[in-house]
């Protein structure tokens, strides 16, 4: 059985130099390709690191949008990236154009996310694995 190597999410853009204006320079993906064709066909391949398909039934869907935002605000489709700092990398996504949906908030699994409708018509997460130092509160403090 064949393996699979790579898995590409391709998201239509109608603003094109706005997504990547957002998604490779603010959010600061590294471009892998770019192409070019006939009638302005324009294409741009962005590293975005390790992927993984994430599954999830209503019922956690819901669960994971009451933890992040409080309400059930996810369409069928949100894409997450794991980010060094997601409070500074949420500031610096809303100055280039994300609308902010939920602010950087801990997560029971131990990592701190924001929402944010972004360009392209998607919807992110942001999140940052806290280490172990954050998950446990310092008993002398």
């Known amino acids: 059985m064949s393996k699979v190597l790579q898995m590409r999410l391709v998201v239509e853009a109608d603003d094109f130099d706005t997504a990547i204006a ?3 320079d603010a959010l600061g993906l590294p471009e892998e390709a770019a192409f070019e064709g006939d009638g302005d066909a324009r294409v741009m391949i962005l ?3 390790r992927a993984t398909l994430e599954i999830a039934n209503p019922a956690q869907k819901r669960m994971i949008d ?3 935002v409080g309400r059930q605000v996810a369409p069928r489709l949100r894409v997450a990236f794991e980010v060094t700092d997601a409070t500074g990398h949420t500031a610096i996504l809303t100055e280039h154009g994300a609308d902010l949906v939920a ?3 801990v997560t029971p699994w131990n990592s701190l996310n924001s929402r944010l409708d972004a360009p392209a018509g998607l919807q992110i997460t942001l999140f ?3 280490d172990e130092a954050a998950r446990t509160p310092d008993p002398t403090s």
């Open 22 to 24: 957002f998604y490779r």
């Open 47 to 49: 590293d975005a690191g």
């Open 66 to 68: 009451a933890v992040e």
């Open 103 to 105: 602010p950087p908030t």
């Open 128 to 130: 940052e694995e806290l």
